[in-house]
Structure formats: structure tokens, C-alpha cells
């Protein structure tokens, strides 16, 4: 790819409208410039999308836009920062307008929803890989952490849990739902592609959550971060975990409970709160129209016990699923 | 590879002694938390760096480490900005644990000589492409852009120019030193594979520089980035150059001046400045150690003229050299 090839990628990510007032300088100088709200604290993020591992090779190009920003959104979500700013950094096979333009589309509906500004960027030749950094804000010594759980605790998860999990397993054709379930494969592949990061959801969470984390690596995974990083360990109830309402009907065909423990990329969050908190999360879910479930119990004894009907199951991987 | 073995290299990046007061939370949780200085402005800035491109294959680990950070921190030297933290997101073929620690051995001995810390990371598996971010902070309205240039003002450059260029053909084995200047080619690849981002002269420049740029794409393509961001136009002399002491003895093996206009990755500052301030910046050189060279001067018709004894040059090319 030439130079001039290149700046006309530049070109591509210079249109946005956002335009926000923190950001002095955006696109066009060695460094962009940002004015951070005084009593409050950047939080960033980085995360790297790589063509065939974090997506399928064959994904359309607007929702690698979408999905690229939305994890990263996640992120900012998770420690209930308000997201502010994004650098984008692309290597790519070749100069190819019409993905281009389809990928900025993507990128930008999200980043325009959230009043996010894109202020850098740098593009390279090489394999589709998309690395995004972004900035949020949140007030001082009020970040959500890992590192905040204490045994009495409950455990909460926002949304449906294993989602994105059956998309991909309908989208590589490892799964084709019954007769009465085929209108759901769409939203299943669209949970996949398009996550809903849950920045609001985030953000109300400040002073009552007393830990937090994106589900990206799945319910069991992303919670033993939770546990490892405040000391305690936890009971789970496998069968309160959100599934979606076609999860019964592929329950041999997708491995069982080990499906919605296992899966990744749901974006949702997964959180603590004291007991008293119930009915004031009861009232953020019908705030924000979205589930708040609760999964479990932190407990002094460390590690994670997931229980079916009082029984103890024994998982033998808890992992996150890797595409291939 | 496994995530197990991706938690290794995670646990490479985690070993750091740089600890920032301004850096509240650090590599762990879903995003570092970072508490900008009142009265400053965060500059950000971020770089692509793909094997075979921006370095030749064969490169040393630990030289790919230095250079990986170095030239972001010349982002933020040419904004005159303090650097302060650094996120690092890595495509790495392989867990290869000599690799990773001969990589962090450069990465680090610059973040710790500049007080940079890193304070988050992602690592994916794929072809070796390292990504890095950094963050950095410059007094309010004080920092250096592309836009300041005015008709009268000097162009200076620090350091030599064409050195990295040179150390790139010798890498190559596309140029051999005479005898009498063998003892050089190990500096000029020293110039390529470890840049000296030139962070406090950037600093310096606050309030005497009226535009800045690194020097990453070439003297004359960076130069054209100031003018036309400042709408104005430059003559150059080109013989003012600081060229490498060698570069006289293989003149025409290279290309002539060409080759010191259009070499980049010497990552040197080229800024403008008033005729006044020429007394300063002499001191400012013999302070710093590091030659500051007038090459030039802004005019108010657009465009670069570049000069030989008075005549006017035509270059064919004067953009960035690429390595294949």
C-alpha cells in the first residue's frame, strides 16, 4: 500500500461529527490533546481484535466497527467510567474502500451514541487486527473494581448469559435451533456481533456495587477474577444464570449448563452488591430495561462452587471458547 | 497458544519498578486508572510498529523493545510533552520466553529512564505487530503543534539527520562504509534500532518553538506536514543539513541529498522558531548536549524549495523510505 493510500484511510476517520469539548486537539498532529474533568480520574482500556480469533474471518465489516468499539466500551463499562475518547489502530490486508466505509459505519453509529471522540489513529499493512484504546472518565476513588467483594455479598449479572456463545456456535454451523426457535438465530448472531456494552448500567452501579467486570471471557472465568482479586471465593447457582429462552431446547447439543458458564464475548456485567442493594437494583433494571439477576453468593472459603439443585458440579473446563 | 500461556506474558509486563503517584490503579483490572496533573492536558498518542516494516525481521528482541516505546515518546517530545505511562498491545506468532524477556529488557530500560510506566496490555496471538499508546502531560495552551510556523520563523533540527538511513542500508547490506569510516556502522544502526526520542528538548521548546514534528517520515515530509498545517511555505538549504560524518565518502552510493531529505526514523525534532531566539537555543544545545541546526527559513508562498548553492533542487521523491 502507498503513502497516499494510506493517508486516504486517514481520510476515512476524519469525518466524524462528535466533536467534544475535553478534546483541545483530535486528529492531525504527533499527539491529540485532552482536558480531563478536575475531580475526576481517566480510565483507559486497550484491547486487540485479531481477524479468525476474536471475530470470524467472514464477519461483515460494519460489525467489526461496531464490535471493535464495544468491547472496548465494555471495559470503560465495567469500572463505570463514561466514556469520552478512542485512538484506532489498523493493520489491513489492503485498501479496500467499500470495507472501509462499512467498517467506519459501524464504528461511528456506536461512537456517536456515546459521545465518543476519535482523536488518533495510526494504519499498517499487514493481517486485519484492530487494536482500539479508549478514555473514560469516572469521579475520583469511586471506580468500580475487582478487588471490592466481601463474603454476604450476592452475585448480579445484567442481560442473558451464553447468547453471543450459541450466535457463534449457529454462525460456524455447529447449531441449527428447532423448528419453533429459528426466528431467534438472528438475535443470537446479532448478540455475537453487536454486544451491548452496558455503560449505563455501569455508571448507576457507582456506590453500590462493591466489585465489577465484563463478562468476556465467561460467567465462571471473568467471576474467579473477581474472586482471586478480593480474596474470597463464591457460590454459584447455575440454574438462576439468565440463559436465553432457546437454551433448553439445545441443551444436550450445546453441553449443557457448561454452555452458559463457559461462553464468552456477552459483554454484560457481572457484579457484587451487598444484600440490601436488591431492591435498588431492582429498580435500575426497570430503569434501563435490562435483567439484573442474581447468581449467587460471595464466601469467605476461596474459589468457585457452582451448585445444581444443591449439588456440587464439577466443570471441566470454564473457559473462554476460542473460535478455533 | 493457550490463555495460560498468554497469563505468562501477561506476568512479563507486570515486573516493572516504575510507580507513579498519578497512576492510581495500574495492569489488572479491566482499565488503569490515572490521575492527570490540574492545570495540564493529557497528550496521547499511538504507533503501529509490524516486523518488516517498521523493522527489519531480523531485529533483536531487546532493540525492538526499545524502539517499540521510543518512538511514541517522540510523539510526545515533538508536543513537548512529560511522558508519563504507556499501554502495550502485542501480536506475538509465539510464547517464546527468551524473546519476551530480551524484549522487555529494551522496552523497559527506556520507560524506567523516562519514569513511564505501563499500566495496561493486551497480547493476541498472530503475526509480530506491537502497538503501542502513550500518555503524557503539557501545561495548558503550552503545547507544540504543526500550526505555528510563520513567515520569518527558522526551521532548526536537532541531532543529525539521514543517520537512521544510513544504518537501514548497512543493515541491508546495500552499503558498505569505506575503511576509514568502518568503525561507524555500528553507530548508524544504533541510530535505526535505538532512536533518542528527544523528550527534554521537546520540554525545552515550550514557549520558544512556534511548530513542531518528530522526524519519522523524512526532513521533507515532515517539513511539508508544518507548512502546510501552518499554511506557509519553506526554503531549505540543503547543504545545511547535519549530516553523519561519513556521509560525504559514500555521497553517491546513496542518492545525494536526497538521501538525508527523504530518510525517516531519525526521530529527531524539526520545529520552527524567531530569528531571536537563536542565542537560546544555542544554549539550549550546549545544556542538552545535542547539536540544534538551522536548515532553513518559513516563507509566506506555500510549498518546500529546497536549495543547492542558490539553485533550486527537484527531488523526485523526498516521502518516507520503506523497508521493502
Not at 487494536?131 to 475487582?146: D, E, K, M, N, S
Not at 449443557?256 to 457484579?271: I, K, N, R, T, V
Request: hydrophobic share 40%; aromatic share 8%; proline share 4%.
Amino acid at each position: 500500500m502507498s503513502l497516499t493510500e494510506f493517508q486516504s484511510i486517514r481520510d476515512y476517520f476524519s469525518k466524524q461529527t462528535v466533536q467534544r469539548p475535553d478534546v483541545k486537539l483530535g486528529i492531525g498532529d504527533d499527539c491529540a490533546l485532552l482536558s480531563v474533568p478536575e475531580n475526576k480520574v481517566l480510565a483507559v482500556s486497550v484491547d486487540i481484535m485479531v481477524s479468525g480469533v476474536h471475530f470470524p474471518e467472514q464477519t461483515a465489516a460494519e460489525d467489526i466497527g461496531y464490535k471493535s468499539l464495544a468491547v472496548s466500551l465494555s471495559d470503560l463499562a465495567s469500572m463505570g467510567a463514561e466514556p469520552a475518547w478512542v485512538t484506532l489502530a489498523i493493520t489491513t490486508p489492503a485498501m479496500d474502500e467499500a470495507w472501509l466505509t462499512d467498517y467506519c459505519r459501524g464504528f461511528f453509529s456506536l461512537a456517536d451514541a456515546y459521545g465518543v471522540q476519535l482523536v488518533g489513529g495510526d494504519t499498517t499493512h499487514g493481517p486485519l487486527t484492530i487494536t482500539t484504546h479508549v478514555g473514560g472518565y469516572v469521579a475520583r476513588h469511586q471506580a468500580l473494581r475487582r478487588t471490592g467483594a466481601k463474603p454476604g455479598d450476592l452475585v448480579f449479572v445484567t442481560g442473558t448469559i451464553g447468547e453471543a456463545g450459541l450466535g457463534l456456535k449457529i454462525k460456524q454451523k455447529h447449531l441449527e435451533l428447532p423448528p419453533q426457535y429459528q426466528h431467534l438465530s438472528a438475535r443470537l448472531i446479532e448478540r455475537l456481533n453487536r454486544p451491548t456494552p452496558r455503560v449505563e448500567i455501569g455508571q448507576a452501579l457507582l456506590g453500590i456495587a462493591t466489585s465489577a467486570i465484563d463478562v468476556s471471557d465467561g460467567v465462571a472465568a471473568d467471576l474467579n477474577h473477581i474472586l482471586e482479586a478480593s480474596g474470597v471465593g463464591a457460590r454459584l447457582e447455575v440454574q438462576q444464570l439468565p440463559v436465553s429462552e432457546c437454551f433448553s431446547t439445545v441443551f444436550e447439543q450445546v453441553g449443557g449448563w457448561a454452555q452458559p458458564l463457559a461462553a464468552g464475548d456477552d459483554y454484560e456485567l457481572l457484579f457484587t452488591a451487598s444484600e440490601e442493594s436488591k431492591n435498588e437494583l431492582h429498580q435500575m433494571a426497570a430503569e434501563y430495561n435490562c435483567a439484573i439477576t442474581c447468581i449467587g453468593q460471595i464466601e469467605q472459603q476461596p474459589g468457585l462452587r457452582c451448585y445444581i439443585d444443591s449439588t456440587l458440579l464439577e466443570l471441566e473446563s470454564m473457559g473462554y471458547e476460542h473460535f478455533k
